[in-house]
C-alpha cells in the first residue's frame, strides 16, 4: 500500500513518461526558465557551478514524478495552444491569484505543479466542447 502523500504533495500515482536530465533541460530552455529557478522547480538541493554548466543528475522518485508532471503540463500547454511564455505571466484566476504559474509551480512543488496542470487540462477540456 502506498504511503499517505504530504500536505503539499498529490497522491502518489504510477510514474507516466519521465524526463532524462537532458530532455529536462531541453524542457526549461523551450519554457525560457532559468537555471536557477529550474533547479527549485525540481527540488535540487545543489547548484550551478562557478563554471555556470548546468548539473547532469539521476533523478530520485520525487523528481522522476516532477519530470512526469513537466511533461504533462508540456503536452497540455500545446493541446491549449498556449505558448510557453503563458507560464511567466502573472493570472488573476484561481489558483493563481495574481502569480505567474511559473511562480505557483515552484513555491508549491509537487502539489503546484499538479495544480497548475489541472488548471491547463481545464482548458484543454472546456475549448473541446466547444468546438
Do not use: C
Request: net charge positive; proline share 8%; aromatic share 8%.
Amino acid at each position: 500500500m502506498p504511503e499517505p502523500a504530504a500536505d503539499d504533495e498529490p497522491p502518489a500515482r504510477p510514474l507516466g513518461r519521465v524526463l532524462s536530465s537532458a530532455q529536462f533541460w531541453e524542457l526549461m530552455e523551450r519554457w525560457r526558465v532559468p537555471d536557477n529557478v529550474a533547479l527549485d522547480l525540481l527540488g535540487y538541493g545543489g547548484k550551478i557551478g562557478r563554471s555556470g554548466k548546468r548539473p547532469r543528475f539521476r533523478f530520485i522518485t520525487r523528481q522522476q514524478r516532477i519530470t512526469g508532471y513537466l511533461a504533462e503540463l508540456d503536452a497540455a500547454l500545446t493541446a491549449a495552444g498556449q505558448e510557453p511564455s503563458w507560464l511567466h505571466r502573472k493570472n488573476r484566476s484561481a489558483p493563481f491569484s495574481g502569480k505567474a504559474p511559473l511562480e505557483v509551480m515552484v513555491q508549491g512543488g509537487p502539489g503546484g505543479i499538479a495544480e497548475v496542470l489541472r488548471f491547463v487540462n481545464r482548458a484543454v477540456l472546456r475549448a473541446a466542447l466547444a468546438r
